[in-house]
């Protein structure tokens, strides 16, 4: 099974209605995901860390899947977040998303105990074989303290069928370069970095996995757009500008910083869910600046 998925992979917010966050707010779902689409991102993947994936029930996991889904309506690829503590629960959240119409899954090696390379290996294989659509492996160690080499993580490419994608977060460039080499360029990885997105991109990645369309869709896809045609002078000056509001929003964990961006922009996502806080006025107001300043400074011609 081949991937067909490329370019701007948008991660949208949990949004919660009430003050108690105990109410998923379906219809701000919605206009986030619209907006996101409208502006040309390439895909939607809802339930990753930005999602807030790991606060939800089985319940409001399955309501944000089958909205997430159905409001993409084939528009772009979906890649749905499946994680979970165990390789069964996991195994039954993929089968939910497959039979949602999910473009794809993807999965961290999520575990109390930290995983040895077999039990690794072993919990992906389950899980690609346990459905129909393709799986991307997704690493980053500095939330679940597992780090997947681009050794292993070629190896799962390579010997289990289903697994046709990488997403790289470790924020080191190097990773990448390893990937391409191990795979001759076959191997479609992800960078899942945001301060890293231009030099990953650089170094042949098949795209950028962000929250950063949550806020600024267009000029996340213009930027994306520029770096394709192999404009590099534009991409720098490009990414230069936009590389404070890339930071500022990885400061802090992304449902907080995303939902106080959202906020400043009028749209009410509610709050990150406990034991998560939200900014603080003085880092909301640096935030709101940032995002005017990508918007104001926007260069790049759109089409229709």
């Known amino acids: 099974m081949t991937s067909t998925v490329s370019g701007i992979v948008a991660y949208p917010v949990t949004p919660f209605e009430t003050a108690d966050n105990d109410v998923i707010n379906v219809e701000i779902l919605r206009l986030l995901i619209d907006r996101m689409i409208d502006a040309g991102v390439d895909a939607i993947a809802p339930l990753g860390s930005t999602g807030e994936a790991a606060y939800l029930d089985h319940s409001e996991w399955i309501t944000v899947a089958t909205e997430s889904i159905q409001t993409a309506e084939g528009r772009v690829a979906t890649i749905v977040g499946v994680s979970d503590l165990t390789t069964a629960g996991t195994v039954r959240r993929a089968k939910i998303a497959e039979r949602l119409g999910a473009t794809a899954v993807m999965a961290l090696p999520t575990s109390y105990w930290r995983l040895t390379e077999e039990e690794v290996r072993t919990h992906f294989t389950t899980l690609a074989d346990s ?11 500095a939330t679940t303290g597992i780090d997947m080499q ?17 997403k790289e977060s470790t924020g080191d460039v190097t990773r990448m370069h390893r990937l ?7 191997l479609p990885f992800f960078n899942g970095s945001n301060p890293l997105a231009l030099e990953a991109l650089r ?22 757009r520029v770096v394709a045609t192999g404009d590099a002078e534009q991409a720098d000056t490009i990414f230069r500008r936009l590389r404070p509001f890339l930071d500022m929003i990885v400061s802090r964990g992304l449902p907080t910083t995303i939902k106080s961006g959202l906020k400043g922009l009028g749209i009410d996502a509610g709050l990150p869910r406990r034991p998560l806080l939200p900014l603080g006025d003085p880092e909301a107001g640096r935030l709101r600046d940032l995002i005017g300043e990508c918007v104001s400074h926007a260069d790049v011609p759109r089409g229709n």
């Open 131 to 141: 459905i129909g659509i393709p799986v991307m492996v997704y690493n980053n160690p």
């Open 150 to 166: 681009p050794e292993l993580l070629f190896d799962l490419f390579s010997n289990v069928e289903n697994i046709t994608m990488v």
């Open 180 to 186: 391409r080499e191990l795979s001759g360029g076959e």
């Open 203 to 224: 170094a042949g990645a098949t795209g950028w996995c962000t929250a950063a369309p949550c806020l600024i869709p267009h000029e996340i896809v213009d930027f994306y």
